[in-house]
């Protein structure tokens, strides 16, 4: 068990549903780091994340939040660079410089390209602003999944490992696999994106990738 | 001058108003790399980021693209990362990993957080797809902008350093700047966000801020 000195173990505010909190339980899994998940309902009651103790550990209010070593962080790619820092092994990032910055383009390209257009925070603002109520959502998600999903699918089609940067998954299957889920969950027709779908379905032979799923989730409805 | 060995000079794909590549000119300029700007020009004629040619290069039809060590990049973190690792002198980023890991987090509440909701590609598929036209657009992004500011305010109150992680402006202020300069353009009222107004102001009183500035580059209107 992970242990920070203080009797501490790591500690992960997440929801089920929340493809940036699954990126992190995928990561946490490949890395083996033992972890206590605490649920935060983002529907209830108007969401447990506008909760004044929620604020104080996220301004921001949102998921996930980690808080281990004393610190608490926010942004899944903040948390990925602290985790590669603080466990070796196994690697998440590839080491060659070059690659490595490969790979954050490309978790990049889902990190800042699709996730914060398509997240249920957006879709609300949306209907807000404009009333654009929820049937009208599930076109404007396939757009810019879609949209983010041709470019990766270029870029990784042109190398041929097993999974996207050598023979073991990596920092951006943990991107991958949650938006893969949402591409699902919103009927997006995968059929243009066979490299994609090719390293999704390896991922999800494999026990970290189960067990970060969201119907496996202590709080999965 | 720098020189990969094969003569070539850095090239930057950058726009002028473009608060990503804005990002790269300051980082690029903070660490004294030379480096040429290929403007391309994201409205005219449809713009010109969605010509064949330029797909070649970015498939997500975005700039900045940067040019280096035979390596094409896309995405301002990916590049920020690359750059670090290329030239070490002066650090972008913080060296403990913890604060390192704070200072992307930071950088991600603008990266994935409040630029992508606001970026013309969106507000273009806003118009598109729902009729929200052009004299709707500040407010939209007025809201995302103000939500990432005030998450950023309370995280950088925390830290009285000069600039955000000490004496020298670092990553953050790389994508704090182009943050605030659109923030102005749409005329945000700065007043509840004075640690960032502050950190803005030093920033622009640096040659490294003033050469990456907008209205500095080849292709400025």
């Known amino acids: 068990m992970y242990n920070d ?5 790591v500690k992960l505010y997440s929801y089920w549903r929340s493809s940036s909190s699954y990126r992190v339980r ?3 899994n490949l890395k083996g780091i033992e972890y206590d998940i605490f649920p935060v309902h983002l529907v ?3 969401g447990e994340h506008r909760t004044e103790n929620f604020q104080s550990l996220n301004p921001k209010m949102e998921v996930p939040v980690l808080e281990m070593d004393g610190l608490i ?5 903040a948390m990925m660079d602290f985790l590669e820092s603080r ?4 690697k998440l990032f590839p080491e060659s410089p070059t690659l490595r910055a490969k790979a954050i383009e ?8 699709i996730q ?3 997240n249920l925070g957006t879709l609300k603002t949306l209907e807000a602003f404009y009333q654009i109520d929820r ?13 983010g999903f041709k470019a990766l699918e270029v870029q990784l089609a042109k190398r041929t490992d097993p999974f996207s940067f050598g023979k073991r998954p990596g920092v951006l299957e943990c991107y991958l696999v949650p938006q893969v889920y949402n591409a699902n969950r919103y009927e997006l027709d995968m059929s243009p994106f066979p490299r994609i779908q090719k390293i999704y379905d390896r991922c999800m032979q494999l026990e970290p990738f189960q067990l970060a799923a969201p119907e496996a989730q202590p709080d999965a409805e």
Chains 1, 2 share one sequence.
């Not at 962080?73 to 790619?77: D, E, K, W």
């Open 73 to 77: 962080l926010t942004q899944s790619m």
């Open 135 to 147: 049937g009208q959502w599930p076109d404007w998600i396939r757009h810019w999944i879609s949209l």
């Open 106 to 113: 490309l978790c990049e390209i889902i990190n800042s390209g």
């Open 116 to 118: 914060p257009l398509q």
């Open 87 to 90: 466990y070796e092994d196994p």
């Open 26 to 28: 995928c990561a946490l």
């Open 44 to 46: 209830k009651d108007g």
């Open 5 to 9: 000195g203080f009797g501490m173990k």
